[in-house]
């Protein structure tokens, strides 16, 4: 695990579409970048991050497995 990028998101909404948005650009950053294929995406809980795992679950062109926070 490493970081590929770090986004200014100041400025926008934090709704679904424009985080699924920057995450999409991440993976393929880090595609282009290293070479590496981005396998999983974890995320908190909040309702636009249960979004976003269902957007990328739903869209064919980005193949990740997503993960909501789980403590136990």
């Given at each position: 695990?490493?970081?590929?990028?770090?986004?200014?998101?100041?400025?926008?909404f934090?709704?679904?579409?424009?985080?699924?948005?920057?995450?999409?650009?991440?993976?393929?950053?880090?595609?282009?970048?290293?070479?590496?294929?981005?396998?999983?995406?974890?995320?908190?809980?909040?309702?636009?991050?249960?979004?976003?795992r269902?957007?990328?679950?739903?869209?064919?062109?980005?193949?990740?497995?997503?993960?909501?926070?789980?403590?136990?």
């Open positions: 695990m490493f970081l590929v990028d770090t986004v200014d998101t100041s400025g926008h934090h709704n679904a579409e424009y985080l699924s948005e920057v995450t999409v650009n991440a993976t393929d950053k880090c595609k282009n970048d290293t070479g590496a294929t981005v396998n999983s995406f974890v995320s908190d809980n909040a309702v636009n991050l249960i979004k976003i269902q957007n990328l679950a739903s869209d064919d062109s980005i193949d990740v497995v997503t993960y909501g926070c789980s403590t136990f």
